[in-house]
């Protein structure tokens, strides 16, 4: 079983920055598409960011592309979301999430296309 947890959560001011990592264990870190999610308070969780296995090419949602960065490690097992310019409304609880099943890239975006989940790590923005 894969298992994955979720750190770099916390508060910080509009225009700041946070860094969020994903450690995970159990498997061949290199061979998933890892993806990051979020859920908003009181809203559906949403797409942020992806990384797929084919070739590590980047996906990003349109409210975070310009100002979110993912990263992976493989040598560390260990995924990145670097977040700067930070907005009140990039406040939730952020979720890593793995897809082993190696899927085409056109279902990276959908949350059901990934069976292991972090704990989830929360982020505050304050203005």
């Known amino acids: 079983q894969v298992q994955l947890v979720e750190s770099g959560g916390g508060t910080v001011q509009a225009g700041g920055s946070l860094r969020l990592s994903c450690a995970a264990s159990?498997?061949?870190?290199?061979?998933?598409?890892m993806g990051w999610f979020r859920q908003p308070p009181g809203k559906e969780r949403e797409f942020v960011a992806a990384v797929s296995w084919r070739g590590g090419l980047t996906y990003y949602a349109d409210s975070v592309r310009g100002r979110f960065t993912l990263s992976r490690d493989n040598a560390k097992n260990t995924l990145y979301l670097q977040m700067k310019s930070l907005k009140p409304e990039d406040t939730a609880v952020y979720h890593c999430a793995a897809d082993t099943t190696r899927s085409p890239d056109w279902g990276i975006r959908r949350e059901n296309e990934y069976a292991y989940w972090g704990q989830g790590t929360q982020v505050t923005v304050s203005s």
């Open positions: 159990g498997g061949t870190f290199g061979t998933y598409t």
